[in-house]
């Protein structure tokens, strides 16, 4: 199975940018395809984005699209979140998942990390 473990949380204004990564270990990510969730406090775990295993098919959440870009780098072993325009609302806890099809639903990724905060000020 595979392991992961996110970084490049932080706190930021509105309208910075960040950029998140996922490292895999333990397999190669190019079996999986991909998924980012987050959760706010007080609120249910929510679909971000997705991507399929080769990065050819991505997919976002409405509020994310236009903001947010989804890629990975198979021969690196590592996924990746870009951040743009952030807003208030976008604080949460950031979590990568795995696969082995691609959803927008968490229970089809067994396989996720302990995630990263995101704060945004206003």
Known sequence: QVQLVESGGGLVQTGDS?????????????????????QAPGKDREFVANIN????????????KGRFTISRDNAKNMGYLQMNNL????TAEYYCAAG?????????????????????SS
């Open 53 to 64: 295993w080769n990065g050819a098919v991505t997919a976002y959440a409405d509020s994310m």
């Open 87 to 90: 807003k208030p609302e976008d």
């Open 18 to 38: 960040l950029r998140l990564s996922c490292a895999a270990s333990g397999r190669s990510l190019s079996d999986y395809a991909m998924g980012w969730f987050r």
């Open 100 to 120: 082995l099809r691609v959803s927008s639903v968490l229970s089809e990724f067994p396989y996720r990390g302990q995630g990263t905060q995101v704060t945004v």
